[in-house]
């Protein structure tokens, strides 16, 4: 959808994609540089049982100007907690075109992680289960 500037000396169209959101989006024919097409944001909560829940909200976001402009994945997160355990949170554009290769890398990591992680488990229940048989074999 597209709107025209009231203003006859400097005609301005602003197009508005199918995904922006017309009660979020800030750009309009009066505006100037600087406000931006906004999507509706996709609030995704992450559960992970513990004291601290993580929610990343992801929303379309491009730029308006009078110049071909990107159009960025606007990624905000609350809830995590760094080393001290203090709630910490933080907005990230990311190229919507660079997404796909993000997830990939993100993805991979997340698998490495998980291998990890069974790996470390493994080795822990082996230690724990030696260390009991140990105990039932030259206890009292």
């Given amino acids: 959808m597209s709107e025209k500037s009231q203003n006859k000396s400097e005609p301005k169209i602003v197009r508005h994609s199918e995904w922006c959101d017309q009660q979020k989006c800030t750009a309009t ?3 100037a540089n600087g406000e931006s097409h ?3 944001p996709v609030v995704m909560p992450l559960e ?8 990343v909200t992801a929303q379309l976001h491009m730029p308006h100007a009078d110049w071909l402009t990107e ?11 760094n080393a001290d ?3 910490v949170g ?10 796909g290769e993000l997830s990939q890398a993100l993805g991979g990591l ?8 069974k790996i ?8 724990f289960r030696a260390a009991h048989t140990d105990e039932e074999v030259t206890g009292p």
């Fill in 38 to 40: 906004q999507g509706t």
């Fill in 120 to 127: 470390e488990l493994t080795e822990y229940l082996n230690t």
């Fill in 29 to 31: 024919p009066a505006c």
């Fill in 85 to 87: 355990h203090v709630t």
């Fill in 71 to 81: 159009v960025y994945i606007k990624i905000e997160w609350t809830g995590l907690t």
């Fill in 48 to 55: 992970r049982g513990g004291p601290f829940p993580v929610t």
């Fill in 90 to 99: 933080g907005t990230a554009y990311i190229p919507a075109d660079l997404i």
């Fill in 110 to 117: 997340a698998a490495r992680a998980s291998a990890d992680k």
